[in-house]
Structure formats: structure tokens, C-alpha cells
T-cell receptor, first 115, second 114 residues
Framework: EAGVAQSPRYKIIEKRQSVAFWCNPISGHATLYWYQQILGQGPKLLIQFQNNGVVDDSQLPKDRFSAERLKGVDSTLKIQPAKLEDSAVYLC?????????????FGEGSRLTVL | KQEVTQIPAALSVPEGENLVLNCSFTDSAIYNLQWFRQDPGKGLTSLLLIQSSQREQTSGRLNASLDKSSGRSTLYIAASQPGDSATYLCAGVSYGGATNKLIFGTGTLLAVQP
């Protein structure tokens, strides 16, 4: 069974530039999550989708971050404009269950460096 | 606000030792708990999931338990091997709200010396 796919794996940009990350969850998984992991810290939830609807985006910096999950399958996370403190690994995860009741499966992550 | 603490932050042991990693939650109302492993530069790999009706789970040399009354979980690794070297993260889902957010600890960095 294919796992969670993410791209690109690595991205280096200058501050104030924009970047987009893509995620394709495990087939059939209704719930999709984007997490931000800063070096030395645990992952922090940015946004959670249930099918194509947002169920939690309380920690998403909405002035610069946006995410969508069209057709309830794959998802994109965009940062515009990027700041130095956005340097982190952006992890996508999916689960079969809803509302956080199921086991989460993570992708390899997209490492962002903002210069 | 739920916070998760993992102790110790780092641990170095010789190969073959049994070891215990600890995880505690400020809010003991945990719905389910999941332990992950993270290798350098990689994503998280799920190790064990303890669901609401369970108190422990076992997989090979790994055993995880959850004490809901105290909001504490332990991950026991038997007969450690150099390949077990990684960062171990616990994450719990708290009751309440529509989304039941999964909150992560900061991890324990484990090094198993050959």
C-alpha cells in the first residue's frame, strides 16, 4: 500500500518569496493534516481537513499561510510571503478515522529553509 | 491547554539494555495515544496506538502503556539495538471539541551504542 506522498522534499527560498507544498494522502483516508516541525520541537498542527472541509485551522497563520484540499484527496499548503521563522519541516499526515480518533500516518516531510 | 512532556530529552545506552521512555500530559483526559519514531531527516513512523478502550499495546520488542488516571504513558524497549537509535515522540488526543487535536511531545533522542 502506498504511503503519504509529499513534494518537494527540500526547498530553499529568500524571505518574502512564496512556496507551495503538495501532499497526497493514503487512498481512502478521509482526514488530512498539515503539521509544522521546527528543529528540536514536536510537530505542531497547522490545519486539519475532513474530506474537503476544514475542521481545525486555529493555529494556521492565516495572514501568510493557506491550504486547500480540493475534491477531498490531495492538498496544497502555501506560504506567501515567507519569513525566516517559517524555516521548518512541513509534515503531511492522514488517517482513516475522523476527528483524530484514528492512527496517523506521516509522509517524509518537506524541509523549508528561508534565507 | 494540553501540554506534553517527554522525559528524558536524550538517552544513551549500550546495546542490549532494556529502557523506558516517559510521556506525561497536563490534562489527563486522553482519548487515545500514539508513539512515533523519527529518524534524522525523515517523517514520523507510527509504532503503537493505544485507543480509548485499551491500556497497553505491544509490537515485537516494544510495549506502550497508558495510565489515564495520571495522564502518563511509557514506552518500553526490550533488548535495545543500534537500529533503535532515533527520536521517539508521543502524541495524545484529548477529549472535548469537534476536532480532538493530536498534541505532540518534544521527543526523546535515543542513541544505542554497539
Amino acid at each position: 500500500e502506498a504511503g503519504v506522498a509529499q513534494s518537494p522534499r527540500y526547498k530553499i527560498i529568500e524571505k518574502r518569496q512564496s512556496v507551495a507544498f503538495w501532499c497526497n494522502p493514503i487512498s481512502g483516508h478521509a482526514t488530512l493534516y498539515w503539521y509544522q516541525q521546527i528543529l528540536g520541537q514536536g510537530p505542531k498542527l497547522l490545519i486539519q481537513f475532513q474530506n474537503n472541509g476544514v475542521v481545525d485551522d486555529s493555529q494556521l497563520p492565516k495572514d501568510r499561510f493557506s491550504a486547500e484540499r480540493l475534491k477531498g484527496v490531495d492538498s496544497t499548503l502555501k506560504i506567501q510571503p515567507a519569513k525566516l521563522e517559517d524555516s521548518a519541516v512541513y509534515l503531511c499526515a492522514s488517517s482513516l478515522g475522523d476527528r483524530g480518533h484514528g492512527e496517523l500516518f506521516f509522509g517524509e516531510g518537506s524541509r523549508l529553509t528561508v534565507l | 491547554k494540553q501540554e506534553v512532556t517527554q522525559i528524558p530529552a536524550a538517552l544513551s545506552v549500550p546495546e542490549g539494555e532494556n529502557l523506558v521512555l516517559n510521556c506525561s500530559f497536563t490534562d489527563s483526559a486522553i482519548y487515545n495515544l500514539q508513539w512515533f519514531r523519527q529518524d534524522p531527516g525523515k517523517g514520523l513512523t507510527s509504532l503503537l496506538l493505544i485507543q480509548s478502550s485499551q491500556r497497553e499495546q505491544t509490537s515485537g520488542r516494544l510495549n506502550a502503556s497508558l495510565d489515564k488516571s495520571s495522564g502518563r504513558s511509557t514506552l518500553y524497549i526490550a533488548a535495545s539495538q543500534p537500529g533503535d537509535s532515533a527520536t521517539y515522540l508521543c502524541a495524545g488526543v484529548s477529549y472535548g471539541g469537534a476536532t480532538n487535536k493530536l498534541i505532540f511531545g518534544t521527543g526523546t533522542l535515543l542513541a544505542v551504542q554497539p
